[in-house]
């Protein structure tokens, strides 16, 4: 029988996780189908349960559902705890199994697809919502040197930040949280915009002079040409410029192994959709 899947957001039209999800199934062989659940902003647990108990197996959520999505499960990953957000649901007979695979994408695109080393850089994470929660503990693992966070409303991204400073694997990483001014005169070697700036068309407002030379600037949004932040990150002397499409297909790869038990290869696919 076709195992069902589908991706839960309001809205949900412009995602790209059916054309990705078929293509891994079509590349491994599985027998899944993949849809897209657009539910108004009050009914996302209903439309959870009516998913369930219609067999389905399991969900991608997107915004901006991924806080409901993490009081939902019934039973999270650490990577879920750590996020305190869920973007992948999985249901078990009893259960309600959440799990967070932004992070490990953002991750795998910038070391595994474009060569990029995170280990001993100086790395600023500008943004303090969904996107940047599920990045932090991610992006800690790999030992940077340091991890800043600059967000608009200060205080967010010192709440973020306290979660996870001085614990034990990330006792080395220095640690850091402020407004996004507040890195005036500091240089790092990877800047991830995970803020949704690029939605209006416009860049986070940073201070000059952040790209150390070699530097790369990251922005999880993607889209035709060059998003805001990254032509600002350019005109700054950033040395690499990277989207986010690809950490969009390495987290549903990640979804994809919680789902199917299989990894799929992400570079086709990732070409696939470059070419569109
Ligand atoms: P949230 O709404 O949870 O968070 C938005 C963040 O952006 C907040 O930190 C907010 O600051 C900040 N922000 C919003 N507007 C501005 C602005 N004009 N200037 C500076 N900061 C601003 O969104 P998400 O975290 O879920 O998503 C963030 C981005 O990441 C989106 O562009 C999304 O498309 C992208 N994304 C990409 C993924 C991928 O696979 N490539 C996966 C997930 C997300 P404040 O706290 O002050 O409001």
Sequence with gaps: MTDRYAVIGNPVGHSKSPLI?????RQTGQDIEYSRLLVPIEGFQAAVEEFRLAAGKGLNVT????????QLATRRSPRADDAEAVNVLSFGRESVEGDNTDGIGLVRDIEANLGFSIAGKRVLLLGAGGAAQGAVGPLLATQPALLAVGNRTTEKAQRLVA?????????SVVV???SLNSYAGARFDLVVNATS???????PDIPMGLFAAGSMAYDMMYGQGLTPFLRLAQQQGA???ADGLGMLVEQAAETFLIWRGIRPDTHP???????L
């Design 63 to 70: 915004l901006p559902f991924k806080l409901e999505a993490y």
């Design 21 to 25: 999800h078929a293509e891994f199934a």
């Design 269 to 275: 696919v990732i070409q696939q959709l470059q070419s």
């Design 239 to 241: 040395d690499r410029l």
């Design 176 to 178: 850091q949280a402020g």
């Design 163 to 171: 979660r996870f400073a001085g614990r034990g694997p990330f006792a």
């Design 197 to 203: 700036a690029s939605l209006k068309d416009t860049a």
